[in-house]
């Protein structure tokens, strides 16, 4: 089993659809959270960054830490276009240097 | 401010060659880590270096080995390459050493290579 499990999609909505993403893990001793967005042929760009529990808003993206269920969820409200990228999951343990463990990523399309 | 470049972009090499990839870290980071995505996977942790000191490993074999210049630039080295080594290698840069709020990693645009 995997530290990280993502669901790969791919996933496809019409503009203007909310989003959901998910992505559940098993070591309890990750603290920090974040998402990264991944257009073809270019690095990780990082979108969300929390850390522990709870929510984060900034614009049309909300994240949300579940740390009791192991669970964190990125939300893509009033979907474009533009958003059509690959959609990572990060998360590192306190003091663990800066090693990430990612998820697989999820494939999304926003159809116009 | 520029961030995260690497070089080349795209590479072609043969089963036991060896390689090497550079990164020039964002202005002001000192901290540089390095990752290898295989296609349709996340990135995985090969290791870090800050101050020019190795300071976190991953699980990849000895044959992969780093370097981290006085300017923060970096260099992975792969020796004896794999067919399995064909991935995406990502550097990414921050600042300081361990995890923080306030400072995340940047990553770069990546090498693309491939092992034939």
């Known amino acids: 089993q995997k530290e990280v499990e993502q669901d790969p999609g791919p996933l496809s909505v019409p503009e203007g659809a909310i989003v959901s993403l998910n992505c559940t893990y098993s070591?309890?001793?990750?603290?920090?959270f974040m998402w990264y967005r991944q257009y073809s042929r270019k690095g990780p760009e990082l979108l969300m960054y929390t850390y522990s529990s709870g929510n984060k808003e900034d614009g049309r993206f909300t994240a949300q830490v579940d740390k009791s269920s192991k669970y964190i969820s990125l939300f893509i409200r009033d979907s474009q276009p533009s958003d059509s990228a690959t959609y990572l999951c990060?998360?590192?343990?306190?003091?663990?240097?800066?090693?990430?463990?990612f998820g697989s990523g999820t494939q999304l399309t926003v159809l116009p | 401010e520029t961030g995260v470049t690497q070089s080349p972009t795209h590479l072609i090499k043969t089963r036991g060659q060896q390689v090497t990839l550079r990164c020039s870290s964002q202005?002001?980071?000192?901290?540089v880590s390095w990752y290898q995505q295989a296609l349709g996977q996340g990135p995985q942790f090969i290791f870090q270096y800050y101050r020019e000191e190795e300071n976190g490993r991953g699980n990849f074999p000895p044959r992969f080995s780093g370097l981290q210049f006085p300017n923060y630039s970096s260099e992975l080295n792969v020796n004896a390459l794999e067919l399995d080594d064909s991935a995406l290698y990502l550097c990414?840069?921050?600042?300081?050493?361990?995890?923080?709020?306030?400072?995340?990693?940047?990553f770069g645009n990546g090498t693309r290579l491939t092992v034939t």
């Open positions: 990414a840069s921050s600042t300081g050493r361990d995890n923080s709020y306030n400072s995340p990693l940047h």
């Open positions: 070591n309890s001793a990750f603290q920090y």
């Open positions: 990060a998360m590192s343990a306190s003091g663990s240097a800066r090693q990430l463990t």
């Open positions: 202005s002001g980071h000192n901290t």
